[in-house]
């Protein structure tokens, strides 16, 4: 299983940005994908899931602002942030849950002016 995350960057506050995880070796339509972000010093939490059946979860913090979907004829997941913030900045890593939990590698999002 790969999952090939991109899209970080530098934004200013109140900008937006994109992620994407192209993953290989699993189909996105039947995991449970996810993405989570992660700080120096902090435990990495989950930012936003959607599950197989299509269901989404996402953390308080980043409700309204967030939004995880899928293209499954590009086995992809996409993470669209808007209205980002300075504390949004973080390491952001695709996650792909099927039987075992697989993740990729992060993509820097630095929010700052």
């Known amino acids: 299983v790969q999952l090939q995350a991109s899209g970080g960057g530098l934004v200013q506050p109140g900008g937006s940005l994109r992620l994407s995880c192209a993953a290989s070796g699993i189909i996105v339509s039947v995991s449970h994908m996810g993405w989570y972000r992660q700080v120096p010093g902090k435990q990495r939490e989950l930012v936003a899931r959607?599950?197989?059946?299509?269901?989404?979860t996402y953390a308080d913090s980043v409700k309204g602002r967030f939004t995880i979907s899928r293209d499954n004829a590009k086995n992809t997941v996409y993470l669209q942030m808007n209205s980002l913030k300075p504390e949004d900045t973080a390491v952001y890593y695709c996650?792909?849950?099927?039987?075992?939990?697989?993740w990729g590698q992060g993509t820097l999002v630095t929010v700052s002016s």
């Open positions: 959607i599950a197989g059946g299509g269901t989404t």
């Open positions: 996650n792909a849950f099927y039987s075992i939990s697989h």
